[in-house]
């Protein structure tokens, strides 16, 4: 037994399956977006927030990073004189180290 609804129902069901068909079930294309719409305005904003929001998160977090590598280069660079004359004189004459 088949009520009012059910077959108003099945009815729209194959309307909907006709114009999936016709369409490629992505359904008739809409009006295009008014780019001055106060909608995309605020999109557009949060968007614009957002990317600044992270770009300054990450230059804070690779701040400590840059100043580690900095302070490395700076030791490696002023202690390699030492290294070179350790190397030169010192270490060139010594036994091998033994195990």
Given at each position: ?99
């Amino acid at each position: 037994m088949l009520t009012p609804a059910g077959d108003r129902m099945r009815e729209a069901l194959k309307v909907a399956a006709v114009q999936a068909e016709e369409t490629g079930g992505l359904g008739r294309p809409g009006r295009p977006v008014n780019k001055r719409s106060p909608f995309l305005i605020g999109m557009m904003a949060a968007a614009g927030v957002a990317v600044t929001y992270g770009a300054v998160e990450l230059v804070i977090r690779a701040r400590s990073v840059l100043v580690l590598i900095g302070l490395a280069l700076f030791i490696a660079i002023g202690l390699d004189p030492v290294v070179a004359w350790l190397t030169r004189y010192c270490w060139a004459c010594s036994s091998p180290c033994s195990t």
